[in-house]
């Protein structure tokens, strides 16, 4: 099956440090991948979708400047927070799916968990 | 945007029990899918249905589009199931969208 594999894992880091998160598909090519954190207690929510090629398109209230998408290939997105602060700890994961996303299944990296001391 | 309700928040059962959980969504949808997430986060795409009834094992989803709700059923339940269950939908119901979620329903499974 579809396999999307998503690194680090998890982040300890002090405030002001950038970190950079990957995802990439391993099995299969992704024309579209898409961003989401989620904070303690909180449903997922949607921050971002990559596209091969292209700008990112980011959701109302997230800064662009502050969460940087890169998606050079088929096969990898990845999200930097920028000048990382506390209120950036979160859940952060990736989806991808086949053929641009179009009813397609969406298939999780294993996410990032980002703490900010 | 689509909304996304989802009930039980909480359910906790006894093993062999049948387990229903129940999402409902605002806006007309190409699909809804729903997910597992373990303890550690990682999420598992269970089903992704635009119509009818889907089977996977002890596994059951239907969907209702014109009442714009769904279910998930599981049969026979184990220990193992316990884990938060999340139904999805496009996030503006078209079918290239990322998606929208509900907050889950905890699923406590006791043997």
């Known amino acids: 099956g579809a396999v999307v594999s998503q690194h680090p894992s998890r982040v300890i880091c002090k405030s002001g440090t950038s970190v950079k998160i990957e995802c990439r598909s391993l099995?299969?090519?992704?024309?579209?991948m898409f961003w989401y954190r989620q904070f303690p207690k909180q449903s997922l929510m949607l921050m971002a979708t990559s596209n091969e090629g292209s700008k990112a398109t980011y959701e109302q209230g997230v800064e662009k400047d502050k969460f940087l998408i890169n998606h050079a290939s088929l096969t990898l997105s990845t999200l930097t927070v920028t000048s990382a602060h506390p209120e950036d700890s979160s859940f952060y994961i990736c989806?991808?799916?086949?053929?641009?996303?179009?009813?397609?299944?969406?298939?999780f990296g294993d996410g990032t968990r980002l703490s900010i001391l | 945007k689509n909304e996304v309700e989802q009930s039980p928040q909480n359910l906790t059962a006894q093993e062999g029990e049948f387990i229903t959980i129940n999402c409902s969504y605002s806006v007309g949808i190409s699909a809804l899918h729903w997910l597992q997430q373990h303890p550690g986060g990682g999420i598992v795409s269970l089903f992704m249905l635009s119509s009818g009834k889907k089977k996977h094992g002890r596994l059951i989803a239907t969907i209702n589009i014109q009442e714009k709700h769904s279910s998930l059923h599981i049969t026979a339940s184990h220990p193992r199931d316990s884990a938060v269950y999340i139904c999805?939908?496009?996030?503006?119901?078209?079918?290239?969208?990322?998606?929208?979620f509900g907050k889950g329903t905890h699923l406590i499974i006791q043997p």
């Open positions: 999805a939908v496009p996030y503006s119901g078209g079918g290239a969208d990322g998606l929208t």
């Open positions: 989806s991808a799916s086949l053929r641009g996303g179009r009813n397609q299944p969406q298939h």
């Open positions: 099995d299969f090519q992704a024309t579209t």
